[in-house]
């Protein structure tokens, strides 16, 4: 996590995270990035890390950096799946990049998706135009998700997270839905609502980190959700924090015992000085 913290930071890229803190190498355009304005970072199976940038997808295997072109120039966000894979959202596209074999399968017919979700080279699903998508193996495309249930609105405040049962979370300012996905024999998707939780309080901000849903409500309060158990943890009260802002939140990241929240102006570490707990939630409405 040291590492990710640095490349937040937009200070160095540090290759073998095996390594120590002190094993910092600078990695820019000097020496071969694509650009040196860096918008994500992932590390593969074997241990490489790779960098997007405005530029295109980077590899720095420790000695060399080497570029590669996807649907679009800036990667926004690269997701590594239990399978060794890469999904990859661009600018103009969500692709499937293999970082041992090197190659890609594009689809860069989703300009700028709202958000995406994925957990293997099967289950990857992205929300386009108000309009829910899921990956078809199969067809290698995505297809239209037929969705039943409640009639929710499917814009870029909404936040996709695929749970270790496989269940759809999409995360909303009004609560959190989960979907059952069921697939056809050709390989494509529905979606079937099991369960709603309100958030009497409203999502601000909302993130998928490991295997839990984090949120932020109207009041700055940080919550940590598990999907598995359906607990609810408060990690932060950050009313009184000055200089706060709900809408300048841009990502959330654990280091250790630690919290780094991001903002569009810095980064924060939060280090929390006790337990903190959300007391009797349960999974019928949080506050």
């Not at 590390?43 to 890390?49: K, L, M, P, S, V």
């Not at 496989?166 to 909303?172: D, E, K, N």
Request: with cysteine.
């Amino acid at each position: 996590m040291q590492l990710k913290f640095l490349i937040i930071l937009g200070l160095s890229l540090a290759a073998p995270l095996s390594g120590a803190c002190q094993n910092i190498v600078r990695i820019s355009s000097r020496e071969g990035m694509s650009n040196s304005s860096i918008l994500s970072v992932a590390q593969d199976a074997d241990g490489y890390i790779w960098a997007g940038s405005c530029e295109g997808l980077n590899l720095w295997d420790g000695k060399q950096v080497r570029n590669y072109k996807l649907s679009g120039n800036l990667i926004h966000e690269i997701i590594p799946t239990r399978d060794g894979m890469f999904w990859v959202r661009t600018n103009y596209g969500f692709d499937l990049f293999d970082p041992r074999e090197k190659i890609s399968e594009r689809h860069a017919r989703f300009n700028r998706p709202y958000t995406v979700t994925a957990r293997s080279r099967e289950e990857a699903f992205l929300v386009h135009e108000g309009r829910l998508y899921g990956y078809n193996p199969m067809a290698a495309e995505f297809e239209p998700v037929e969705m039943t249930g409640r009639e929710i609105t499917l814009d870029r405040k909404t936040r996709l997270f695929i749970d270790r049962r496989s269940s759809l979370w999409i995360v909303r300012p009004e609560g959190l839905y989960r979907y059952e996905i069921k697939r056809s024999a050709e390989g494509r998707c529905s979606a079937h609502e099991a369960e709603f939780i309100p958030v009497h309080k409203g999502i601000v901000f909302s993130r998928g980190l490991g295997e839990s849903i984090c949120f932020l409500d109207r009041n700055r309060v940080l919550y940590r959700f598990d999907p598995e158990t359906g607990s609810l943890s408060m990690l932060f009260d950050l009313k009184g924090f000055e200089g706060f802002n709900n809408d300048g939140l841009t990502a959330i990241e654990r280091d250790g015992n630690d919290w780094l929240l991001a903002f569009r102006n810095g980064l924060w570490r939060l280090s929390p000085r006790g337990p903190a707990g959300g007391g009797g939630m349960n999974r019928t409405g949080f506050p």
